[in-house]
């Protein structure tokens, strides 16, 4: 489940459920903390949208006659130029850290592989061999999953 908080009246709730034979986004609208309006949109393969729920949302702003029109332009415009937050962008960031403030190839591998422990937890293993492997080859398979992460 995922909010947009349009302004200070508006948010939006969203969520992402399975069908019989695919998925579908449903939407519910509140205004000052009221449920107001609520739709769903089905796909049957991937969406093609700028971000996740953006769809389902233009959907239920379009025909809910809970808003004024300044409030549902005010929400289009919200929902047209909303930005997906980048959610690895800090690990990439602090990782790269490593490459400043270390001095050699095995310290700055050690810092990224900390950093990526930190950030990630259990989301990240490495191979059994890992600690055998030559400096030069972690540091290339270290650098390849982070530029992954964009």
């Known amino acids: 489940m995922k909010s947009f908080k349009v302004n200070d009246r508006i948010e939006i709730e969203c ?8 998925f579908k986004h449903t939407a519910v609208l509140y205004v000052n903390g009221r449920r107001t309006d609520e739709t769903k949109v ?15 949302m233009q959907s239920l702003v379009e025909k809910t006659k809970a808003l004024s029109n300044s409030e549902k332009e005010e929400a289009q415009a919200f929902i047209k130029n909303y930005k997906e937050e980048d959610a ?10 490593g490459d400043i403030l270390c001095d050699t190839p095995k310290e700055k591998n050690d810092w990224k592989v900390r950093m990526m422990k930190a950030s990630l937890g259990e989301g990240v293993s490495f191979p059994d061999d890992w600690d055998t492997l030559p400096e030069e080859e972690r540091t290339r398979r270290l650098n390849g999953a982070l530029d992954a992460l964009k």
């Open 15 to 22: 969520e992402w459920k399975k069908t019989r034979i695919a």
């Open 42 to 56: 089905c796909y049957l393969n991937r969406t093609w949208e700028s971000y996740e729920f953006q769809s389902v």
């Open 88 to 97: 690895f962008k800090s690990l990439r960031m602090v990782a790269a850290f």
